[in-house]
């Protein structure tokens, strides 16, 4: 068994030399990062900017991710994320 695939998805991933190329190749989402994949995905941070005068400081809203999750358990996370599989867009 290969440790780094044990996120394995059954969900098929991409294979570009850029993100508007034509795909060139389709592997498992898993194995991208053990391959050297780049994936592509969008990403949303949430910036909350305090009202003057109010004593307050701008906050970055951060996410934690779940502990049950097969990558990156537990780690900081962007707020809503996802990837972007093959036939997407």
Do not use: Q
Not at 47 to 59: E, P, Q
């Amino acid at each position: 068994r290969v440790p780094m695939l044990r996120g394995w998805r059954d969900e098929l991933w991409p294979v570009k030399v850029s993100y508007d190329a034509p795909v060139e190749l389709v592997v498992e989402r898993a194995a991208g990062p053990m391959l050297g994949v780049s994936g592509f995905g969008c990403h949303i941070n949430g910036l909350v900017i305090a009202r003057h005068g109010s004593g307050s400081s701008d906050s970055l809203w951060v996410a934690r991710r779940a502990a049950t999750k097969p990558t990156y358990p537990g780690k900081l996370d962007h707020i809503v994320a996802g990837g972007l599989s093959h036939g997407v867009l």
